[in-house]
């Protein structure tokens, strides 16, 4: 290809269900030129309390699945997928660049610490990974990294449960908080695709001394340094458009993806037969 001709072919985005959408908010902000396909496996989810294996089986249906589509780049929007299975999907696919959460998240978690103590929260998949630990500690040996997993999170959020002033949601995340707090963490990786929805009850319990980064939109800046890197940007004067698959019933999507991507959603989604792939 001409080293300056645009690249109008699709990045494809998936994640466990819809949480990936806040990864889909990001990316429409960061690369509005991009065309997207999203698919989440709202038939399957949550992946975040499954054993390692059953995380990587479905993963590879969901790559299966988005590669029927003729793609440049995949961004792993799921916390829990980045932490078990990336390394092995992405040699499985070595002809397509992948992006997950864990690397643009850490590096930027290391780039903030101050005092060398970062939390990071995400669910008990995740954490049990211990993947953001080693992704610390490749850049500096020196930080010490405290996990929590937050399994209640999700379905709260999934619920409603995330606003600002819900005592709910404000018990269930100061009881998280408070032992990383005791830690005198400086830094907080949200680590899994709902919790940028939480970000107000967050920070109101952390305070400004603890910056806090949210995986997603790093993983969208990573996609574009690596779409320029590889000479594979879309269009700068073109509008992406966004196609959405799920694996369950479509129905309720637009509610429940105007919730994730924060304003409403005209477009609906196909369903697609995951275990088919
Ligand atoms: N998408 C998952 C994650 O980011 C959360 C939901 C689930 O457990 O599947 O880890």
Redesign the pocket.
């Known amino acids: 290809m001409n080293e300056h001709q645009p690249d109008a072919r699709p990045v494809g985005v998936f994640?466990?269900?819809l949480?990936?959408l806040t990864a889909i908010r990001s990316l429409l902000r960061i690369l509005p030129e991009e065309n997207l396909v999203y698919f989440g496996d709202t038939a399957r989810?949550?992946?975040?309390?499954r054993a390692p294996e059953t995380i990587l089986q479905y993963a590879r249906q969901d790559v299966r699945f988005l590669r029927s589509f003729h793609l440049k780049a995949i961004v792993i929007a799921?916390?829990?997928i980045s932490t078990t299975s990336l390394d092995t999907l992405q040699a499985e696919n070595p002809d397509l660049p992948f992006v997950g959460v864990v690397s643009p998240a850490c590096r930027r978690a290391a780039e903030l610490t101050r005092r060398k103590r970062v939390g990071i929260i995400?669910?008990r998949a995740?954490v049990r990974s211990g993947a953001y630990e080693a992704a610390l500690h490749r850049i500096d040996p020196e930080i010490t990294v405290i996990g929590k997993p937050c399994p209640l999170f999700?379905p709260l959020v999934e619920n409603g449960r995330f606003r600002r002033g819900d005592i709910v949601i404000e018990t269930v995340a100061r009881e998280y908080l408070t032992p990383l707090l005791q830690e005198n963490i400086d830094t907080l990786i949200l680590g899994?695709?709902?919790y940028p929805l939480l970000e107000e009850v967050i920070a109101d319990i952390c305070g400004p001394s603890v910056a806090l980064v949210s995986a997603g939109e790093e993983s969208a800046y990573e996609l574009k340094r690596l779409l320029k890197a590889r000479n594979l940007r879309g269009d700068p004067s073109a509008a992406g458009e966004v196609q959405f698959y799920v694996s369950d019933r479509t129905e309720d999507f637009e509610n429940t993806a105007s919730i994730f991507l924060r304003e409403n959603l005209r477009h609906t989604a196909r369903r697609v037969d995951i275990e088919q792939y």
């Open positions: 994640d466990s269900g949480g990936g989810v949550p992946y975040g309390n799921c916390g829990t995400a669910t995740s999700v899994c695709t709902h």
